[in-house]
């Protein structure tokens, strides 16, 4: 027994037959073929699954497919826009908020909805915001950087960056 | 640009824009056509008879294609998983372990079943429906207990439950303890852990009928030594078995192993001629993956009264689990470090494996270091407790000072400047204002207290000439560079990174060693399609042995390049001068061609007599000594006594590990490390019911990960010793953080207690664990 279901990805509407059980998830990965949204638990606890439903952070493995009908759903996939990297996105490759990068997606897009929310949080802010989301290899120093220093970029500052650091991948500042 | 400044640069990594964007290949990303899913059937019990297993009703659920138990995978698996040639000299006892369990399953959690199905929702239904009728044995799931005459046998086909019984003596030990003024003991605990990284595993198996060809993509930390094993077991040579491990979401040691899934999907593609997909989630993950620890240590130390550390033994007690993980021997290397930073006289250490119930240990994050640090760290502690002296004081009076410097078991500390890094850790807290301000606070009923941890580790594993008496084993490491013909540039490793950054720092070492751009060095790893034979990545290891294999191919390149030059020049090999990627004729620097130029010529006419084309080179490292990075870490906590809350107040650390290739990418090493033994320290345990064997932590809910509400600000900071080990001058920086900051945590918050007369505290230091104590020094 399958279900219709349309809703917007990315800015692009779509329409599946779905089974009814089927997390959201589940369709994102595998009908709508868009990976990186990850899964790293089976309790909502990991927030690794974060998307925007209508730009709010939800768990995407905490919903059905169904219950996104008629929604706007935003993925990491869909935030770069023409090629330019998410302040969010370029805080985290400047401030090396990153290793294996498997929690990353996730919270980018929950530290995006929580910058929309609330431009300049305070640490305290920050470590409400993101309480939702977990990350095995960095310790979190550094994302917590990503988000600050994503906030000042947004707010027309110029991302400052723990060392200094250049835009290319490739030059060297220090040494 | 000055390409020679790569080295030690902080370059953004070049990893990093897939994943960001969402672009990354992890394995749930890998989707073959007509691929079959893969959902296991487990042991609900931790020691049960399997009587029958009825696999009708699952065989007749929608989309079943297989259901599958041990009697059809003896048909296609050659043999049992492996076990290393031990560490330890003496193995007691090293039983089989196979894929799937036949007729008694001995930890709950142990395949029994597989179903395959058309997608991985049919396959976990009709996993319910597999019928097993288990008729449950009794179970030990205490060490103690298990090691006890006549305890209940892990597996009713043993004799006992010891795995390795093992004494590693040195020194006179009686004439150490025989001098001392003061002779304490203490048994100090490590508790079982998940690595949790936070993508479960997973694999695809793809395996061509007819053909004898597979390719295995799996999240590993060793590829090849995957191929090896599994494809062993299945009969596929290494020439035609290609494992894949793209990007892996974070290993921590529970990664480095050939597990049974792989062996169980790779046979169920060829039982049902289909692509295979198994992804584990976190619930199964919890139970079926390998976990770290699980130890215990008793120990007893001599000392003089002014400080004087003279002698130590020390038994460690460790956790298997039910079958040996594939390198749970090597945790016993706590035992060879026990020492720490520390002259003694002697030191008497002895290790027991002993079986339980239970998922198997196998190394996570430093795997027997973090266990050596913090035994004798507390150990200072309690020494400088009972004979009045500062911690620190303690330390400096003992520290290891000329290098090299050989152990008390042999093993060579290749260079230290321990005091350096406690003095500067010091200064960076203002350890006087500390202390002074801990006293202020005390008066007012406040209780804070400050933590020392200072470390050195063993890494680079490993030289052959240790590795191989101990376990028979060459842990080398290899690369293979090749110059195209434009002069861009592929390096392939046989590490494999899964966070580490090595696509940037090893490119990094190449554009400086070849002289080259760094945007036109290519580093590839993880399939053994396109990489020679390496042993993966684990043990901090990648950088001082992996990295040393890349410059060896580096030199041959260069050296080839310099001929090339010469003939191109007239002029002999002996006169051409190389300088930052430009090849010229000493004196005149005017005229020179650069690598790509010299590259082009070595594909074309014209070469020197007898010289052959191309430019590469393959080489494989075998290092002459361990690395022994060390440092100080140094934590101040307050602990409130009314709830027995451990807030962190600060976090410093100083860490050596040589010379440095990225200091982003050391430092977020360490940040990482860290956490994670500060999660030990405060937070995280592996429960089981002692009676049922049931876990307690099956889930995330139970099992806490802390999220970065829990987490301290680091404040870093280096000194740089060069390794005398290798050419590059590093060791490694993987692990050191966890292996330093448990005990920095742990003898903060005794320190905080010490007005109790609280003298030890273990993990984790959970604030009901602390409110007991502290009501109970308070009665
Ligand atoms: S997968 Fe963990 S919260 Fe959704
Ligand atoms: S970067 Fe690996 S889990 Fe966060």
Known sequence: MTQSVS???????????????????????????????????????????????????VKSCSVFTVQAAGK???????????????PVQQAFWNEHGLQCGFCTPGFIMAAAYLLKQNPSPTDAEIERGLEGNLCRCTGYENIKKAVRSASQAMNGGTAETSANLVGSAAAPVEG | MAVTSMIGARIQRREDPKLITGHGNFIDDVNLVNMAHMSVVRSPHAHARIRSIDTSAALAAKGVVAVLIAADFKAVIGGPLPVTNSFVPDKKQVPEQFPIAATEAAYAGEPVAVVIAEDRYLADDAAQLVVVDYEPLPAVMDLEK????????????????????????????????????????????????????????????????????????????????????????????????????????????????PYPEEYLAT??????????????????????????????????????????????????????????????????????????????????????????????????????????????????????????????????????????????????????????????????????????????????????????????????????????????????????????????????????????????????????????????????????????????????RSLAVG???????????????????????????????????????????GEAKVLAELAFASYGAGLPEGMEHGLEAVSYFDPPNFVWPFGCHICAVEVDPETGAVSIDRYVAVDDCGNVINPMVVDGQLHGGIAQGISQALFEEVQYDDETGQMLTGTMLDYLIPTMAEMPHFELDRTVTPSPTNELGVKGVGEAGTIASSIAVINAITDALAPFGIKHVEMPARPDRLWSMIKEARA
């Not at chain 2, 020492?339 to 030191?347: E, L, P, S, T």
């Open chain 1, 72 to 86: 706007d759903v935003t993925t990491i996939e869909g935030l770069a826009q023409e090629g330019t990297l998410h």
């Open chain 2, 146 to 257: 298990a090691m006890e005459p006549g305890s209940p046998l892990v597996k009713s086909d043993r004799p006992d439950n010891i795995g390795w019984d093992a004494a590693f003596p040195a020194g006179d030990i009686d004439a150490a303890f025989a001098e001392a003024d003061v002779v304490l003991k203490q048994r100090i605990g490590q508790q079982r852990l998940f690595p949790t990284a936070m993508e479960t595993r997973g694999c695809v198996a793809d395996y061509i009928p007819y053909d004898n060809r597979c390719t295995l993509w799996t999240s590993t930390q060793v590829p090849h030594f995957i191929r090896l094993f599994v494809g062993g077991a299945l009969g596929v040579p290494e020439s035609q078995f290609r494992v894949v491990s793209h990007d892996v979401g974070g290993g921590f040691g529970a990664k480095l192993r």
């Open chain 1, 7 to 57: 809703l917007t990805i990315n800015g692009r509407p779509r329409e599946d037959h779905v089974e009814p059980r089927l997390l959201l998830v589940h369709y994102l990965r595998e009908v709508a073929g868009l990976t990186g949204t990850h899964i790293a638990c089976d309790t909502s606890q990991c927030g690794a699954c974060t998307v925007l439903i209508d730009g709010e952070a």
């Open chain 2, 547 to 589: 990295g040393m294999a890349i410059m060896a191919s580096c030199h041959k390149v260069v050296d080839k390049a310099k001929k090339l030059a010469a003939h191109a020049f007239e002029a002999s090999e002996e006169d051409i001068v190389v300088d930052q990627g430009r090849y010229f004729v000493r004196g005149n620097p």
């Open chain 2, 267 to 540: 046979a169920a593609s060829k039982i049902t001629e289909r692509p295979v997909k198994w992804i584990e989630d976190r619930t199964e993950s919890l139970q079926a993956t390998t976990q770290g620890r699980g130890q215990i240590f008793d120990v007893e130390v001599a000392a003089k009264r002014d400080g004087t550390l003279l002698g130590l033994k020390f038994t460690q007690l460790l956790d298997i689990g039910a079958y040996h993980g594939v390198f749970s021997a090597f945790q016993v290397v706590a035992c060879l470090l026990g020492g720490g930073c520390y002259d003694f006289k002697a030191i008497h250490a002895r290790s027991i494996g002993v079986f339980t119930n239970r998922m198997s240990t196998d190394p996570y994050r430093g795997a027997g270091r973090p266990e050596a640090t913090h035994l004798i760290e507390r150990i200072v502690d309690i020494v400088a407790r009972e004979i009045g002296m500062d911690p620190a004081e303690v330390r400096r009076k003992n520290f290891i000072t000329t290098f090299p410097h050989t152990n008390n078991f042999g093993l060579v500390y290749d260079s230290g400047e321990y005091e350096r890094s406690m003095d500067r850790a010091m200064a960076n807290i203002d350890y006087p204002a500390l202390r002074k301000r801990q006293e202020e606070l005390r008066a007012k009923g406040r209780y804070t207290g400050i933590g020392f941890s200072t470390y050195v580790e063993i890494c680079g594993v490993g030289p052959s000439s240790a590795t191989a008496p101990a376990a028979g084993i060459a842990l080398v490491e290899s690369s293979m560079v090749r110059v195209h013909p434009s002069g861009s540039v592929t390096v392939s490793v046989g590490t494999h990174a899964h966070g580490q950054g090595h696509e940037t720092t090893f490119a990094q070492i190449v554009a400086d060693t070849l002289g080259v751009p760094y945007d036109s060095v290519e580093i590839r790893h993880g399939d053994t399609g396109d990489t020679p034979f390496g042993y993966g990545t684990y043990g901090s």
